[in-house]
């Protein structure tokens, strides 16, 4: 079936690194989103791209879709303690009369003070 | 606004008990509703969702099974758990007719530990 890599799995930076998170698929995505899990919380809902070549930004968190659709990524500039959590990505396809949304595995990130 | 909750928040169970968690959501009408299971350390593994009541799609075959008696209300079961079974299981809510199209919003859990 489907299915969304994600890389590295695990990432420990200085707080003040910057971080990047890639999300890879096989097949053609209709869309990705991405979201974020602290420790011992729940994911929460970050960004979402659809186009081609999007790129979108939130304070210091810049998302990237590929041209061919077929991969993300989520680049964090200068970390900070708040950014520790999971970052996972969640890839859409065309599949069925919903669609469907396959998750990454998700890359932990540790930030040291 | 819309909320999820999802009880209890931990549970400690033996093996070859039944399973019961409950999942409600208030403020929104025919939401689309999931199961996942976070096994320690792992990513989200997709379990069961449901476009409506009484429709249920399984993603895993597995030891569990799903009911959607009401609109917004997903319940999750085991006749017989398993030590495998042990994890965090999280219950999520999209709004609207596509699942690849919107966002999920995850309820806070339930960590099981079956011994």
């Known amino acids: 079936g489907q299915q969304v890599m994600q890389i590295p799995q695990y990432q420990h930076v200085q707080e003040g690194e910057d971080f990047t998170t890639y999300c890879n698929s096989s097949?053609?995505?209709?869309?990705i989103q991405w979201y974020k899990q602290r420790p011992g919380g729940h994911p929460v809902f970050l960004i979402q791209?659809?186009?081609?070549?999007e790129v979108k930004k939130q304070k210091r968190l810049t998302f990237q879709f590929g041209e061919a659709k077929k991969n993300s990524s989520l680049h964090i500039t200068a970390t900070q303690t708040t950014d520790v959590g999971t970052y996972f990505c969640?890839?859409?396809?065309?599949?069925?009369?919903?669609?469907?949304?396959?998750f990454g595995k998700g890359t932990k990130l540790s930030v040291k003070p | 606004s819309q909320t999820i909750h999802q009880w209890p928040a931990t549970l400690v169970q033996p093996v070859g008990s039944p399973l019961s968690l409950e999942c409600t959501v208030e403020g929104t009408s025919n939401p689309n509703l999931y199961w996942y299971r976070q096994a320690a350390g792992r990513g989200l593994q997709l379990l069961f969702y449901?476009?409506?009541?009484?429709?249920i799609s399984s993603e895993v075959p597995q030891n569990l099974s799903a009911s959607r008696p009401q609109d917004r209300q997903f319940i999750l079961s085991s006749k017989k758990l398993l030590l495998s079974d042990s994890g965090f299981y999280l219950c999520?809510?999209?709004?609207?007719?596509?699942?690849?199209?919107?966002?999920?919003?995850f309820g806070p859990g339930t960590r099981l530990t079956v011994l």
């Open positions: 449901s476009v409506g009541i009484g429709q």
């Open positions: 999520a809510w999209s709004g609207g007719v596509s699942i690849s199209y919107n966002e999920q919003f």
């Open positions: 969640a890839g859409g396809n065309y599949g069925g009369s919903q669609g469907n949304l396959i």
């Open positions: 097949t053609t995505l209709s869309n």
């Open positions: 791209l659809v186009k081609s070549g």
